[in-house]
């Protein structure tokens, strides 16, 4: 599939970790930027961490230190571990394929609830 699909909301306690995945087709993949973005109740979409086919990654300053994006080519994933949660993570998840710069699309996957509460 074109549309990303991701998995591994949830609900965990102020301190608390969690890992987003998220998979997409193999061909899109293999050449994609994957990004995870989030959307809290009343804010726009802003982005958490990117990263390339090549492996840089990208952080939000409020993602740095906290959370770490990576992703395995072999299984067409890309995973959002997120440390040392707080109220304020509380959001959708979404997970967006970028393939524009060659000559394709942004996709986005339906998102995944994150919420953050004691």
């Known amino acids: 599939q074109v549309q990303p699909v991701e998995s591994g909301g949830g609900l965990v306690q102020p301190g608390g970790s969690l890992r987003l995945s998220c998979t997409t087709s193999?061909?899109?993949?293999?050449?994609?930027?994957m990004g995870w973005y989030r959307q809290a109740p009343g804010k726009e979409r802003e982005l958490v961490a990117k990263?390339?086919?090549?492996?840089?990654?990208y952080y939000s300053d409020f993602a740095k230190g906290r959370f770490t994006i990576s992703r395995d080519n072999r299984k067409n994933t890309v995973y959002l571990q997120m440390n040392n949660l707080t109220p304020e993570d509380t959001a959708i998840y979404y997970c967006?394929?970028?393939?524009?710069?060659?000559?394709?699309?942004?996709?986005w996957g339906q998102g995944t609830q994150v919420t953050v509460s004691s």
């Open positions: 967006n394929s970028d393939t524009i710069f060659r000559g394709g699309a942004s996709n």
């Open positions: 193999r061909n899109v993949f293999t050449i994609a930027t």
């Open positions: 990263i390339i086919a090549a492996g840089k990654t």
